[in-house]
């Protein structure tokens, strides 16, 4: 399996707070890969860093090239995708017009519109609709999709079941099986265990601003003094 993203040794900072303390993360070619911990840990500090948003040392490569100092719009090129928290959406515009800016001009994607709305039959009804008036589970949809639209070969992605109902969330979990079908590598920020259980390969637990575990879903189902002590309530 060759490595998509490699995370070695990575310290970032908020103005003088020391956030995260040497993490090292690998995502390889066509895995779900899932970053577990308490709020306020690191996970999400994690992804922005990877994506250039926030001040960090030591390597970050994509592809093999490295990627740490390049603004976040250079990242999305190199095909470096990433859903934040805080569902980003054009309110004033259309479903079917978020997803077109989601396109990176110049570039045939593996993804099209109908692609879309097959995986989220929802979309496609409130396709003229100003995605401003969906509902939480409609706009993190179209955020997913958005993001898809850009044809990223690996796509980061934090708290996507945040809040949501256990339906919604269900589709998001299939929607993330399918981004595996079709090759796409994805890590994912979670907070529910039994999804990131149910789809990923390997998992990483974050304590403190550093891994404090590694493994597959069943070393951390065999590991209740890790479950007990960084992500039980």
């Not at 306020?40 to 090239?65: D, L, P, Y």
């Not at 969330?169 to 981004?179: I, P, Q, S």
């Not at 590598?185 to 907070?191: A, F, G, K, T």
Request: net charge neutral; with cysteine; glycine share 10%.
């Amino acid at each position: 399996m060759s490595a998509l993203l490699e995370i070695k040794d990575l310290n970032a900072y908020y103005g003088k707070s020391h956030v995260l303390h040497g993490v090292d993360l690998v995502v390889n070619q066509g895995e779900i890969v899932s970053l577990l911990g308490r709020n306020g840990v690191g996970r999400s500090t994690t992804v922005k860093a990877t994506m250039g948003q926030v001040n960090a040392s030591g390597s970050i490569r994509f592809k093999g090239e490295e990627i740490i100092g390049l603004k976040a719009f250079q990242i999305a090129h190199k095909g470096l995708g990433y859903v934040p928290e805080n569902r980003d959406i054009f309110p004033t515009l259309t479903v079917e017009q978020n997803l077109i800016l989601g396109e990176k001009s110049g570039k045939k994607s593996r993804w099209s519109l109908n692609d879309m709305y097959k995986m989220f039959p929802r979309l496609k009804e409130r396709q003229h609709t100003a995605a401003g008036v969906l509902s939480g589970g409609e706009q993190q949809m179209l955020t997913l999709c958005r993001t898809l639209m850009g044809d990223p070969d690996l796509i980061m992605i934090d708290e996507p079941t945040e809040g949501l109902a256990p339906k919604i969330v269900e589709l998001v979990a299939e929607y993330l099986k399918e981004l595996k079908n079709r090759g796409i590598s994805v890590l994912l920020v979670e907070q529910k265990l039994a999804i990131a259980l149910e789809i990923s390969q390997r998992l990483y637990v974050m304590g403190h601003g550093s891994i404090v575990f590694e493994g597959s879903p069943a070393d951390l189902k065999a590991n209740e003094n890790i479950r007990k002590e960084w992500l039980e309530v």
